[in-house]
């Protein structure tokens, strides 16, 4: 019979991604419920010495396949190493990421287990010894319970939501062979385009600034970029504005663009469509700045300021400045 809740690590240079901790508190919790174990595949070139942090947040068994053709990421490779070690122990559980790498690889992976997957859940609990994935519909206007049938039950966490808990078990290192073959290995990576040195991505970030059609254009975004250095946050886009031209592609928020979920989201001249919604409703505290007092952002926000927001931003950051000094 399947035993373990099983996560995927995620790691980049050398680093393990905070949603791994996320996954590994999380899968520790389900496990305690169910009384099993907790698993975590690790993948890479020179990644050993990162599992014994996993063991930190509640890994017993740490999985790694320490392999050149692992690094970098390739959908092909991870999701045949993934794929050998979860046939090879059977977990009951496996759990995911729902970040761009977390993305790529579950799609795949559920075609190689022929199970099935609750994606982008907010919320998972053990019901009737069975995973209980709770995942936001239509926007975030309600929210779903899925019961995986196939095994393991695959879900992917979306980033940011659940806490992190530290644990002080070691966990034990075991290495596998990813059998990989050539016939499996048909992506190569030719180049790793980077963004700009000290950007903070916004799927990863605390605090996200973001601006609309109301910032007029690309200079407008200035006033956004002086309030995101003095609050440490990442600047984001309605998608308004990247089909304008004024932010890249990378920043868009939404059904079409990421889904975040930091701390504290500021909407500046974003009016709340329900696809920005999508993407950043489950953030935990909304500030709306809108001179439309019936713009439908102020609906989720938890503080709105009805205001022209040239006027506003500024008068905000030397606020803020002012409390940090
Ligand atoms: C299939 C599909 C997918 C989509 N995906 C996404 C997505 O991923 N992300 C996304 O964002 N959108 C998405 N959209 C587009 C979405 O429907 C909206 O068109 C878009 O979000 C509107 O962007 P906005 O709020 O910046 O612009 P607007 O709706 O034009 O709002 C601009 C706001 O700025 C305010 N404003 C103007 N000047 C000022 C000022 N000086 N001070 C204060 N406030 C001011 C206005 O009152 C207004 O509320 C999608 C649409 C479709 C059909």
Redesign the pocket.
């Known amino acids: 019979m399947a035993k373990g809740v099983w996560i995927v690590a995620e790691q980049r240079e050398g680093a393990l991604r905070k949603v791994s901790f996320e996954l590994a508190s999380t899968a520790r919790k389900l496990a305690d419920q169910l009384g099993e174990e907790v698993g975590a595949v690790l993948l890479g070139s020179g990644v050993e010495a990162m599992a014994a942090q996993l063991g930190k947040y509640g890994v017993d068994k740490v999985f790694v396949a320490d392999n050149p053709a692992l690094e970098p990421y390739t959908t092909d490779a991870h999701a045949a190493a993934v794929a050998k070690a979860v046939k090879d122990n059977d977990p009951s559980i496996l759990l995911l990421g729902a970040s761009t790498q977390g993305k790529d690889l579950s799609a795949r992976l559920v075609g190689k287990l022929a199970t099935g997957m609750a994606t982008d859940c907010t919320d998972v609990k053990i019901a009737d010894g069975k995973l209980l994935a709770i995942r936001p519909m239509y926007a975030g206007k309600c929210f779903g319970e899925v019961v995986v049938t196939g095994t393991p039950q695959m879900a992917s966490l979306r980033p940011n939501v659940f806490t992190i808990v530290e644990n002080a078990k070691a966990g034990a290192v075991v290495k596998f062979d990813p059998a990989l073959d050539a016939a499996q290995l048909k992506t190569k990576v030719l180049e790793v385009q980077k963004e700009a040195a000290g950007k903070i991505d916004v799927s990863e970030a605390n605090i996200i600034v973001s601006g ?3 910032m ?1 254009g690309p200079e407008g975004y200035g006033i956004l970029e002086e309030l995101a250095k003095t609050l440490g946050a990442a600047v984001g886009a ?4 990247v089909d304008a031209g004024w932010r890249p592609q990378s920043d ?6 990421k889904v975040v979920s930091p701390n504290l989201y500021i909407a ?9 919604l ?2 950043m409703s489950s953030s935990k505290f909304i500030v709306a ?4 007092a019936d ?1 439908p ?1 102020f609906q989720r926000a938890d503080y709105g300021i009805v ?4 006027k506003v931003v500024p008068a905000l950051t030397v606020e803020v400045k002012k409390l940090l000094a």
């Open positions: 609309g059609r109301g007029k309605s998608r308004a504005a868009q928020v939404g059904q079409t663009g500046c001249g974003i009016s709340g469509a329900i696809q920005h999508a993407g700045i809108n001179k439309d713009a952002i205001d022209d927001l040239f």
